[in-house]
């Protein structure tokens, strides 16, 4: 399955311009390799014959939606996995990856996802993990430090080795990870997402950082989802799609459209069909919110915001600016320190739960595992999860059989839950599947507010859509959304206004029909932008 | 995949192996045949001590009424979540206190007295129970400490009273108990011999089943046990649901001490109804944490520890080989790799296993519960 | 741990001989008092230690042992069994030792290798403690008569064991003294070798130790294995050097006592130790009383260190977190 240009070995000049900065790459044969790699996880095809190589001094990026099995072959090329046929190959040589240990000895170092470092422990003992010198028995860390510095300086990261892992920042951390892979001599390193938790500024420097590497020699290979990045960033970019290579291009010959598309397989519609909202009254009233996160720190710091009835309100930030703690405040999962949330004219600043559900508020929550579903209990348990206590799925505490299968058939027709067995273990369902119970739930009751938190997160395309449609759906009834994304794709296509987070602050907000990235990249990252309106209503 | 496949091939295993272990203690004159009809004769008094006579089948179901009372109230403890290890010391307190109230209260007819003389060991034991609940519930306080030392503290605690103000005063008594409770305190007869305790546990068994499965109650509760996050979103009061978990677990054991004392001794002796704590865990993990497992063995442990008394009369082995076999059992059943290992049996199924492991509800709970 | 908590053991510990002095009768001397409890406080936190440092081995590699009873048990028997078969005691601790690590090895492979929840399999190790304990000395021992080899004799430091009142502490069993000398190698082992970095890191984050290369897997097992040893040794205690016999149950729930003196000395040896101290204080107040003349009932004192136990997993005195990956099985892909 594989279309577009694919030149395998030298012979063919690629002369590659845009990208990363014009500086032709020469045109060797792979440093690293993957010739045939196939995985098989039970009765799931992660990776099917698959094709791929970087070469010395050049950025390739690997392109693809979640499950399309980038992750599965970066494990393969990095020894966290052992393939089921196929080879990986290092200058030409056929070689065989039992652990991470052998990798890291081969040259190859990897930037996780999340990050592998830990947390109580400095910069330098995480660096040294594996490969601790040591004097007479004893950890001897001297010398490291000072070449962690050094190293940082050459690369233009600046770092403290006696720093703990854990007081620093995201963007910080992940330059450890760089720095670490360095340190192992790592000649071609490997990023699996690293912008997911980075600011566009933050994302920036990174490419900095490795439009340097790459200069002085280091194969870059480069995971994302996001087409606009690859773009900017990359010598050539492979799609990958259902765990096959689904096509080679250069980024020059690309455009955000074409590369969706390799990406799905079809056409994709990047933007969203929706009617213009009609707001009426303010629905979701929060005002100088100020929660408190799990180390007692103040995530939120005194949010305003009003959703109306009819409108759909976005939450752009960056993760870990607070919006977590803000949904959870909002829907009672969290206590508030100070300030206060009303539905309409009702406060529920102090409200359960449970009280908030029957008041009209629903969630989607952020992590649909942990919050949202209980994975062995059944679709038919979990379509009612919150509402077993009314009537008809109980009555005098004696929960109802019959009503509750009769509320499932329906639901999962109407929402098109597959497979459309009520009795089957929800922890069965595919991520989309899931979500969809979960919506399912959320929307076939009557809701005047609704709360959800990265809704799209893990889902496939085509549920995509789905979402986002009875995200619409339920504004055109009238209920009042606040949808909190890490995608700004997403907010732009779905909602009515933004509103930016950072730092636990609504630092601007803006009409999404007439946004710009820019303006909006810019407030997540802490800048404030001119045309900032007034937020708080 | 039958849900009851693993267990009794653990206990035929278990049972095997402890026939080995019979085998090697004991005499072994004229050849190897010799030892194994050994063998066949300990199982055979086993099987004879627990059910070969009217009294002794009696006597087994004696004593499988405690034990299905604790066992249940362990079941009830994981499927909320929560490991109960206090058994012991909650069965402790619900025999002192409702001793108490049997001996000391003489004035109500029997209909009065023997459920308020219950209801006391129910509540001691709630309250027992709940202590633990809470604190997990408020401070994250893991329940299997907790609940072990408030065994312990229980003990002590009986200790000084059975020694101090309970203790029965009268010139003939010599050892650490109360005075024996009052007529009316007492449960009675449904054979001679036979107290009708036996109907109260299987009465409380079907209840347990029914709220458990068919109320609002067990349903929070089994959600709190396999996600306390998400019954926290669907707007359950964790804190409160695991405590009660703990209470409800907390007074079946409660109730076993009582009925203990208003069926059987008919008073509180310190070291009686010792040894229910371990047991009663082995029974509910042997019974997949559902009611009819469990029901199922608390009838084999009480039958092994009946027909164990004849076994060491026929054959001179301790009866501490039934502990081994116990052991043994439990080993199996919390390793159920090592019975597919052996009898070749697939992979179990990923559904109602996968996420209820290493979470809260331990050692995989069958689902429906029946 | 902080200086407040180690504060407020050494206060608590204070209060307790204190309390002793002031509620003996006058017919015992202050003196005697003195030097009885610290001895004997010293003497019962031996096991508490040992197995406080069996269980810190285990939990700082991520695996939870709440098996340190059963550990002991077992290893209390086997010691016996080793010292009475052969007359010699140095094998008998040596045996105790091997029983340890053969339960740490089932725990190992029942809790890493199989994936079993690790509080189940911590119980079942329990249980088949007490069981084939129970079962065997019956058997074994009242069967073929056998009689212990006696106690260890105790090792006493010239000068020093001569001195007034503290002069006691100076003169020790050798697995008392083992137990002494392990603190510091334990905090030197975990908190500065390489092999302790690694520990550590298994126990923290096992995905990010796999990442750099190590073997989760075999650092667990190890861990765990030599955390069995040592709680061999706390065994070998209570039928070498406190009771030359083997009662069944005879560690009455003392390796779950030492459990909660590693929770409460938040994971690290020293913590551990001194939160041993103070259990052995009250277990000294508890056994001395009557000595002393204390007109308080001895199931009260005996209840005391549970309570403590409780309060102190309540986080009444202040919380710590154990190692963040304890109690769950590590799925290397």
Not at chain 1, 42 to 56: E, H, I, P, T
Not at chain 1, 491 to 500: G, K, Q, Y
């Amino acid at each position: 399955m594989g279309s577009g240009t694919h030149d395998r070995n030298a012979g063919l000049a690629m002369n590659v311009v845009g990208g990363s900065g014009g500086a032709p790459v020469p045109q060797e044969g792979y440093v690293l390799e993957a010739r045939g790699l196939t995985k098989r996880y039970g009765s799931l095809l992660a990776n099917k014959d698959v094709q791929f190589g970087v070469r010395r001094g050049e950025i390739v990026a690997l392109l693809g939606e979640n499950g399309a099995g980038k992750t599965t072959l970066m494990n393969m090329l990095f020894g966290m996995t052992a393939p089921d046929s196929g080879s990986v190959l290092i200058d030409g040589e056929a070689i065989r990856l039992q652990s991470p240990r052998d990798a890291l000895a081969l040259g190859i170092g990897m930037v996780h996802q999340h990050f592998m470092l830990v947390p109580p422990f400095t910069v330098a003992e995480n660096i040294a993990l594996g490969v601790e010198p040591s004097r007479r028995g004893m950890l001897d860390l001297g010398d490291l430090e000072a070449q962690i510095t050094a190293l940082g300086r050459r690369f233009g990261i600046d770092i403290d080795p006696r720093a703990f892992v854990k007081d620093l920042s995201v963007g910080q951390q992940q330059r450890v990870e760089i720095i670490k892979a360095l340190y192992r001599g790592a000649r071609v390193m490997i990023l699996d997402e690293p912008t997911a938790v980075l600011t566009p500024q933050e994302a920036d420097d990174l490419f900095k950082v490795l439009r340097g590497l790459a200069h002085e020699g280091t194969g870059i290979v480069f995971i994302s989802h996001k087409l606009r990045e690859v773009l900017d960033l990359a010598h050539r970019i492979v799609v990958m799609r259902r765990g096959a290579v689904a096509g080679e291009v250069l980024p020059r010959d690309a455009s955000p459209e074409s590369l969706a598309s390799l990406m799905v397989g079809r056409d994709v519609l990047l933007r969203v069909e929706k009617a213009k909202s009609v707001p009426g009254k303010p629905m979701i009233v929060v005002r100088d919110l100020v929660v408190n996160d799990d180390r007692r720190v103040r995530a939120v710091d005194g949010v305003s915001l009003s959703v109306r009835t009819g409108e759909i309100v976005g939450v752009a930030g960056v993760q870990g600016n607070g919006q977590t703690e803000l949904v959870e405040a909002i829907t009672g999962l969290r206590t508030t320190q100070s300030g206060s949330f009303h539905l309409s004219d009702r406060d529920l600043t102090r409200a359960t739960v449970r009280d908030r559900t029957d008041a009209g508020l629903a969630h989607i929550p952020e992590d649909r595992q942990r919050h949202g579903l209980v994975l062995p209990f059944t679709v038919e348990q979990n379509m009612i999860l919150n509402r077993y206590y009314r009537a008809p799925f109980s009555r005098w505490l004696v929960m109802q059989a019959k009503a509750m299968r009769d509320q499932a058939r329906d639901l999962v027709g109407r929402f098109d839950v597959r497979p459309a067995n009520p009795e089957a273990p929800v922890g069965s369902l595919s991520g989309g599947n899931k979500q969809k119970v979960i919506i399912a739930r959320e929307l076939s009751r009557d809701v005047r507010a609704l709360v959800a938190a990265q809704p799209t997160r893990g889902v496939d395309v085509g549920s995509i859509e789905f979402i986002h449609g009875a995200l619409i759906a339920a504004r055109d009834a009238g209920a009042a959304v606040l949808l909190v994304s890490a995608e700004l794709d997403e907010l732009l296509a779905v909602s009515d206004r933004i509103m930016v987070m950072f730092r636990g602050r609504i630092v601007g907000a803006v009409d999404s029909a007439t946004a710009s990235r820019e303006d909006i990249g810019l407030m997540m990252a802490g800048g404030v932008s001119p045309e900032v309106e007034s937020v708080t209503r | 995949m039958i849900g009851g496949l693993i267990p009794s091939l653990a206990i035929v295993t278990a049972l095997l192996i402890g026939g080995v272990i019979i085998w090697a203690s004991g005499p072994r004159l004229d050849g190897p045949w010799f030892g194994i009809w050994f063998v066949v004769e300990a199982y055979q008094a086993l099987v004879e001590g627990a059910f070969g006579s009217r009294a002794s089948t009696i006597d087994t179901v004696l004593r499988t009424v405690p034990y299905l009372f604790t066992g249940l109230a362990v079941m009830v403890g994981f499927r909320g979540g929560m490991f109960n290890i206090g058994a012991e010391g909650q069965l402790a307190v619900g025999a002192l206190a409702s001793a108490w109230v049997g001996f000391t209260v003489t004035s109500l007819p029997l209909i009065i007295h023997l459920p308020l003389v219950l209801l006391t060991g129910c509540l001691a034991g709630a309250i027992w129970g709940g202590i633990a609940g809470l604190l997990k519930a408020r401070t994250g306080a893991h329940e299997v400490i907790t609940t072990i030392m408030l065994n312990y503290v229980g003990g002590q605690l009986a200790a000084y009273l059975l020694n101090g103000v309970l203790r029965d005063r009268s010139p003939l008594n010599v050892i650490a108990q109360t005075p024996k409770v009052a007529e009316t305190a007492r449960l009675p007869d449904l054979i001679p011999g036979l107290h009708s305790g036996v109907i109260l546990v299987i009465g409380v068994a079907v209840l347990v089943w029914f709220v458990l499965w068919k109320t609002t109650m067990g349903f929070e509760l089994r959600m709190v046990g396999i996600n306390p996050d998400a019954a926290s979103y669907a707007g359950v009061n964790v804190v409160r649901r695991m405590t009660w978990a703990m209470g409800v677990s907390g007074l079946l054991a409660g109730l076993a001490g009582a009925v203990q004392v208003a069926g059987v001794n008919y008073r509180s002796t310190l070291g009686f109804n010792v040894g229910y704590g371990f047991d009663s865990i082995a029974i509910a993990l042997l019974g997949r944490n559902t009611v009819s497992g469990v029901v199922l063995s608390s009838i084999l442990f009480a039958a092994l520890r009946t027909g164990a008394t004849k076994l060491q009369f026929r054959t001179q082995i301790s009866t501490d080989i039934i502990s081994v076999i116990q052991a043994l059992v439990l080993l199996m059943i919390a390793a159920d790799q090592i019975i597919r290992w052996i009898y070749r049996i697939g992979p179990a199924q990923p559904e109602a296993v996968a996420d209820a492991t290493s979470t809260a509800a331990p050692v995989a709970s069958s689902e429906s519960g029946r | 741990m902080t200086r407040g908590r180690f504060a407020f053991i050494i206060g608590c510990i204070g209060l307790l001989i204190g309390g002793a002095e002031v509620l003996r009768s006058p017919d015992v001397s202050a003196s005697i008092v003195a030097a009885s409890m610290l001895a004997t406080m010293l003497r019962f936190a031996t096991p508490l230690t040992l197995g406080a440092l069996a269980g810190l081995l285990c939990e700082r590699s991520g695996v939870a042992n709440i098996a340190i009873e059963g550990m002991m048990l077992s290893a209390a028997f086997g010691a016996f069994l080793g010292a009475a078969a052969t007359k010699n005691l140095l094998i008998g601790v040596l045996a105790g030792m091997a029983v340890g690590v053969a339960m740490a090895t089932l725990h190992a492979w029942l809790s890493v290798t199989l994936r079993v929840d690790q509080i189940v399999s911590g119980t079942v190790i329990n249980i088949m403690a007490a069981g084939i304990t129970g079962f065997l000395s019956t058997e074994v021992v009242r069967r073929q008569a056998l009689v212990g080899a006696g106690l260890l004799p105790a090792l006493r430091i010239p000068v020093l064991a001569d001195l007034p009142v503290v002069g006691p502490v100076f003169q020790q069993q050798p697995i008392a003294w083992v137990a002494l000398l392990l603190v510091p190698i334990t905090h030197l082992v975990i908190f500065h070798t390489p092999w302790g970095l690694r520990l550590r890191s298994v126990g923290e984050l096992p995905r990010a130790a796999h990442a750099a290369g190590i073997n989760v897997i075999r650092t667990r097992y190890t861990a765990v294995m030599i955390g069995g040893a040592i709680a061999g040794i706390g065994g070998a205690y209570f039928t070498l050097e406190s009771v030359p016999a083997f009662e069944p149950l005879m560690t009455n729930g003392r390796g779950f006592i030492a459990l909660a003196a590693l929770i409460f000395g938040g994971w690290t040896p020293a913590g551990a130790w001194a939160a041993s101290l103070l259990f052995g204080a009250a277990n000294a107040l508890h056994i001395n009383a009557q000595q002393f003349g204390i007109p308080v009932p001895a199931q009260i004192v005996g209840m005391f260190p549970y309570l403590l136990t409780i309060v102190i997993l309540a986080g009444v005195i202040g919380r710590v977190s154990p190692p963040a990956a304890v109690g769950t099985p590590y799925e290397a892909d």
